[in-house]
């Protein structure tokens, strides 16, 4: 078949009454396929059902420290789940605050936080005319969730090969003190799989800022995701700690993380790291939000997981399960989409999500088609601030859930849709 910028008009209707009648099939075959999140698969999950076992005598409740986790006390979390956690911010253990199942909770948190009461002493973000933050596109759309929610304005930045453009985000950073900060997701980021090169991270660390209180939020969610067991297959990030403190700047980023997609999607446990007057601080509001996070929860992780390496060997089994699903997706959209010559994808090394690019106007049409034949998928756009891909091209498609061959079927649809959604902008 000739690629689709080759055809003429004859040649693509043809075509396009060709797909038609194989996305009736589609229809008819009433699929219920959902792919609209990067949830870990029922056998990821399976991994860490020993979790379950691990505390089963009354002795078993007691840390390292002495402390019976089934009472009160230790707000900020226990000292072997503050190492086991360090492991995962690239931190000191004494810099980390260990939290209950969701790290985007500590992030909204935070962000209430520096709102309500400034850090370090600044005036309190919500005393300013409107705030702003710096949005690396496509991103994460609960992070875009928690700045709408908010009411902070949203700047989307491009991302590159390297992370975002920094030329862009140095120039923004530096034009108006109501900049406040930058969201990061550094390794395999979401969706598009990019890992921050030293220079990216170094620059993130050391740019001009018109606020003094400018923060980096560092969500590495996938820092120990790789695909593939060898490292030299596996991406590497420069600590953003070290090169903040490198440049001058301490108390610059917040990094964060947790164990949602290494153990129990809901039943994990998270962290927050930053300087030590900034985690003494979130620590003094801490003790008020809260009587302290689940310990047992913490004391089971550390005696599951044990060290960076328990962690590698977990994370190795995981690779195993998702690796297959990620060549399918990859498999399935080259033989779909390849030959009409429309449409390019990311072939990350780790992470949950490929970053689909349709062709320009067509990602929300690709993925109401693919609805209406029962795959669902995250929804265009969900990528960008505000839920507005100003180009339509972004789909953030999610491997992880479903079986390999319901993957591949699912697949086959999109990429029929695909097609489709082209031809209709083409043909009218």
Known sequence: ?????????????????????EYAAYKAAGLKLNMARGRPSTEQLNLSNPLLDMLNSSSDFISEEGIDVRNYGTTTGLTEAKRLMACMVDEDPEHVVVGGVSSLNLMYNTVAQFLDFGCLGSKPWSQYDGIKWICPCPGYDRHFQICETFGIKMIPVAMTPDGPDMDEVERIAASDERVKGIWCVPKYS??????????????LASMTCAADDFRIFWDNAYGVHHLH?????????????????????PHRYVKFASTSKVTFAGGGISAM??????????????????????????????????????IASHM????ALLRPKFETVDERLTAGLSE?????????RGGYFISFEAPLGCAKR???????????????????????????????????????????????????????????????
């Open 316 to 319: 190795e089994k995981h690779a």
């Open 1 to 21: 078949m000739p690629r689709y910028d080759t055809m003429n008009t004859d040649q693509l209707r043809a075509e396009q009454a060709h797909l038609q009648q």
């Open 190 to 203: 979401n969706p598009t799989g990019v890992t921050f090169s030293d220079a990216t991270v170094r620059r």
């Open 273 to 310: 790291a930053a300087s030590q007057e900034a985690i003494d601080e979130v620590t003094s509001h801490l003790s008020i939000q809260t009587i302290g996070y689940d310990k047992i929860n913490q004391l089971r992780h550390v005696r599951f997981l044990k060290d960076a390496a328990g």
């Open 366 to 428: 690709s993925v109401e088609l693919a609805r209406e034949a029962g795959v669902i998928m995250t929804s265009a756009g969900a990528t960008w601030p505000y839920g507005k891909d100003p180009q339509d091209t972004n789909v953030r498609i999610a491997p992880s859930l479903p079986p390999v061959a319901e993957l591949a079927q699912a697949m086959d649809v999109f990429t029929c849709c695909v097609k489709l959604a082209y031809l209709e902008r083409v043909l009218g």
């Open 229 to 249: 067991n060898t490292p030299e297959c596996q991406d590497k990030l420069l600590d953003l700690g070290a090169a903040c403190v490198e440049a001058g700047n």
């Open 340 to 348: 009409a010559g429309i449409g390019t994808w990311t072939k990350p």
